[in-house]
């Protein structure tokens, strides 16, 4: 399967998501509807709160795919990469 979406990298800290995500999705929202397509926001971090998942689908995203583990807790490339190949497997 192909997949012709847009996909946003929503950023977190200690579990919170930042406000920089919420710009990120405003502009791939646009994108998006540009391209007549779904929007996606890809969250990486240790045990975010639903209501944060939830705001990120407020604000504009069709769906929320979220990985939790630890060691995601910190912004460090390697396990980063590891997860986005993950995911575009």
Same mark, same amino acid.
């Given at each position: 399967m =192909? !997949? $012709?979406?847009?996909? %946003?990298l929503a950023e977190q800290t200690q579990g919170r998501v930042q /406000? %920089? $995500?919420?710009e990120l999705l405003t502009r791939g929202r646009d &994108?998006? *509807?540009? /391209?007549k397509t779904e929007l996606?926001? &890809? #969250?990486?971090? @240790?045990d975010v709160p639903d209501e944060d998942l939830q705001? &990120? %689908? *407020?604000?504009?995203?069709d769906r929320v #795919?979220? %990985? =939790?583990? @630890?060691? &995601?807790?910190?912004?460090l490339p390697e @396990? !980063?990469?590891r997860c986005m190949l993950g995911v575009i497997a």
């Open positions: =192909e !997949y $012709s979406g847009v996909w %946003i /406000r %920089i $995500s919420f &994108l998006a *509807d540009k /391209r996606t926001a &890809l #969250l990486f971090g @240790p705001a &990120l %689908i *407020d604000c504009g995203a #795919l979220v %990985i =939790e583990a @630890p060691e &995601l807790a910190n912004f @396990p !980063y990469a």
